[in-house]
């Protein structure tokens, strides 16, 4: 199925949840954050949420600075 990663079009697994795309995407779990459809989804909820056809993802890096 198709979803969009930070706008980008993304082929992925059917039932795919957010854990396994950021693994897919060898995204850090630790220091990422990610809305779906414009909702912040907690870290708690990667494992359990489903994705779904046309999801609009957008995955955010912590950054350190000073």
């Known amino acids: 199925m198709?979803?969009?990663v930070n706008e980008q079009v993304l082929t992925i697994p059917v039932d795919c949840n957010i854990e396994q795309l950021?693994?897919?995407l060898e995204?850090?779990?630790k220091g990422s954050a990610v809305a779906v459809n414009q909702h912040i989804i907690s870290r708690s909820k990667?494992?359990?949420y489903t994705?779904?056809?046309g999801d609009q993802i957008s995955l955010?890096?912590?950054i350190a600075g000073g």
């Open 27 to 29: 995204s850090p779990l």
């Open 51 to 53: 994705l779904n056809e």
């Open 2 to 4: 198709n979803i969009f």
């Open 46 to 48: 990667w494992a359990e």
């Open 22 to 24: 950021l693994l897919l």
């Open 60 to 62: 955010f890096q912590a």
